[in-house]
């Protein structure tokens, strides 16, 4: 990144820059490409050269006259290619921006398979593989001001509020693009332009844009203007006009939002009506607002930590109570959960989910504003001494079955499907009724309808609770999240936590634990022992059978939410018998192995569990990530 910095200041240098945006502006500069060289280029004569001189100029023609967007691919897709030209040049001037840009692609990316350019005015981009709707933000390229601000701070905080108003209005608007501007001082505004390719989702459209704003908040700090470009969107700002240069519009009318208390207020223009500009608006937060509401942050009125950052409670000037979770300040993976949470949560309205009111991205912090449960989270009661007497039955049937509510939303009921990916006690929050809400979806990922499951190589979560295709292999699915959904399940009923369990006769896991009072007739040894005595035990037994089921070593063998749900309101339901769950200790008994033999006899089960899953749990995890 500092090479980068050092090649983009030189740049800006050779081009002699001043405060004045006519001087520094041209649209046909070449300021950002890419040419991966994947050592299969194309060579000279090839059906592939062909097909992609074709393809560009057709592009190059179609986009002026379709809004100055355009993608397509060849009949026999050899070529996919993607042409945009920025939203305020007029047809004319698009066309001449991209003429020039089709040429430049394939002579300063040459032989290149794949390949990206990008002048101030346009975007060409092409590749012998399907990227149409795809998020990419490899290889930011930054160019700023060499001029400093007199005022670091005000700049600063006036440019956070500026672009995060442009980013939630071009994500939802049709032609992902926004322009506007904001007082800086009484004689000086600032104007800021933002752009995400047509061909992206809303949501990829605000992730991309969050990137480049934590891309920029990273290397630009009181810097009179700069620019962020990658693949997939493009962000700028100036302390003097700069969108009007190339087609100058006639001054568009001012809006003012209606914003919450502390939100910020703008005068942004992005094609969008009154309703639209106040909704997106409403989720904007000004930092001095929330420092005032949280006291500055103080210790008293904190929460909680976890491996993010801390939560503090605040209080707005309308009386409401909020939580905020200010995220690390040098922190990548702050800037990813931040961007998950404001894409995903935002989207997201379910009773058992909480509610994210707001975000701010400002003075280098990123904070986000919560709805406040005023019985914090379910770890703080259900392994308290104390505490854990308030959870009778109940309640703590009615958490469990508001846990499966809120995740049969999120796998099968909402317009996203999402895996949480970090399901645990203490992302479960009580609101003040003891209605169980899921939070913090900083791990969390997106699947499309279709997808059943995803792999990664960075393994995040919390011990204890991953499934242990996840924890071994990267392996995340809905049946990962219902694994954790288990695990949650018996430590609700018994009281005891899965991870650092310990019993006296051996320290074992809760889940081996369980199993062996299930597979003995003893589960009522299991009940925690803050329950009072009289309580339906038809039902415990019931849930300590369901949680078993959502444990099992073998995915597929694992409920989906919707049956949890039919099993836990339905007590004429036939269920299946479990299977050991995962993670089974290989010290077992001859008497209890006997015992396993004999369950499998007599459920049908298969006896392989008794040599395959009964394997101490060795797996060191070196990218494991505590929330």
């Known amino acids: ?57 057709s592009l190059a023609r179609q986009a002026p006259s379709n809004g100055g967007f355009f993608n397509a691919s ?70 700023y001001n060499v001029n400093n601000a007199s005022d670091e701070k005000l700049l600063n905080g006036q440019v956070g509020r500026l672009l995060n108003g442009l980013a939630t209005n071009a994500s939802s608007d049709s032609s992902r693009f926004a322009e506007g501007e904001i007082s800086y001082t009484d004689f000086v505004n600032l104007y800021g332009l933002v752009q995400c390719t047509r061909d992206l989702s809303e949501s990829d459209c605000l992730a991309c844009l969050i990137q480049s704003m934590g891309d920029l908040a990273s290397c630009c700090s009181g810097k009179r203007g700069a620019r962020v470009f990658s693949a997939s969107c493009y962000l700028r700002y100036e302390s003097a006009p700069f969108y009007s240069v190339l087609t100058p519009p006639p001054p568009p009318p001012l809006v003012e939002a209606s914003p919450l208390p502390g939100a910020g207020t ?56 909020i939580a905020v979770k200010r995220l690390s300040r040098n922190s990548v993976q702050g800037i990813v959960e931040l961007r998950n949470e404001v894409v995903l949560v935002v989207k997201l309205q379910h009773r058992n989910l909480v509610r994210l009111l707001g975000w701010c991205l400002e003075e280098e912090e990123k904070l986000l504003v919560y709805e406040y449960m005023s019985n914090t989270s379910l770890d703080k009661f259900l392994f308290d001494p104390t505490k854990c007497a308030q959870l009778d039955w109940r309640k703590r049937y009615k958490i469990i079955e508001g846990i499966a509510r809120g995740l049969l939303y999120l796998h099968e009921d909402s317009r996203l499907k999402i895996i949480h990916r970090d399901l645990k006690a203490s992302n479960i929050l009580l609101d003040r009724d003891m209605n169980a809400k899921i939070s913090d979806f900083g791990l969390a990922k997106m699947f499309n309808v279709e997808q059943t499951q995803g792999n990664t190589m960075r393994i995040a979560g919390t011990y204890g609770y991953m499934a242990p295709e996840y924890a071994i292999r990267g392996q995340f699915s809905i049946k990962s999240d219902i694994f954790s959904f288990g695990v949650l399940v018996l430590e609700i009923l018994t009281g005891r936590r899965n991870s650092g369990f310990h019993e006296s006769e051996q320290a074992i896991d809760l889940l081996t634990y369980v199993w062996r009072h299930w597979t003995t007739g003893t589960t009522q040894q299991l009940i925690d022992r803050a329950l009072p005595e009289q309580f339906p035990s038809i039902e415990f037994q019931r849930c300590i059978h369901l949680g078993l089921l959502c444990v099992q070593d073998n995915p597929a063998k694992r409920p989906t939410m919707s049956s949890v749900l039919l099993m836990l309101s339905s007590n004429s339901m036939s269920v299946p018998a479990p299977s050991p769950p995962a993670y089974l200790l290989s010290d077992e008994s001859s008497e209890s192995i006997a015992l396993l033999r004999d369950l499998e006899n007599a459920t049908g089960l298969s006896n392989q569990h008794v040599s395959t899953t009964h394997s101490k749990n060795i797996v060191s995890i070196t ?4 929330r």
Request: net charge negative.
């Open 623 to 626: 990218e494991l990530e505590p």
């Open 74 to 143: 060849t009949d026999n897709n050899t070529v996919y290619g993607l042409v945009q030209c920025r939203g305020d040049l007029s047809p004319r001037n698009c066309s001449d921006c991209l003429a020039r840009s089709v040429t430049e692609i394939i002579e300063r990316c040459p032989w290149r398979r794949q390949a990206v350019l990008r002048f101030d005015g346009c975007l060409t981009r092409y590749s012998d593989k399907r990227f149409f709707s795809t998020l990419s933000t490899d290889d930011p390229q930054i160019l």
């Open 266 to 321: 703008h005068h942004i223009n992005s094609g969008g009506d009154e309703q639209q500009i106040q909704s997106t608006d409403s989720l904007l937060f000004d930092f001095a607002t929330l420092r005032l509401a949280t006291e500055n942050f103080s210790e008293t009125n904190k929460l909680g930590e976890g491996g993010f950052g801390p939560v503090y409670k605040g209080e707005l000037s309308d009386g409401r109570q």
């Open 1 to 57: 990144m500092e090479a980068l910095m050092v090649v983009s200041l030189a740049i800006l240098l050779q081009t002699s820059l001043t405060t004045t945006a006519e001087a520094q502006f041209d649209p046909y500069a070449s300021i950002y490409k890419m040419c991966p060289d994947d050592s299969n280029n194309y060579t000279s004569g090839s059906v592939f050269q062909f097909d992609l001189g074709n393809l560009l100029q």
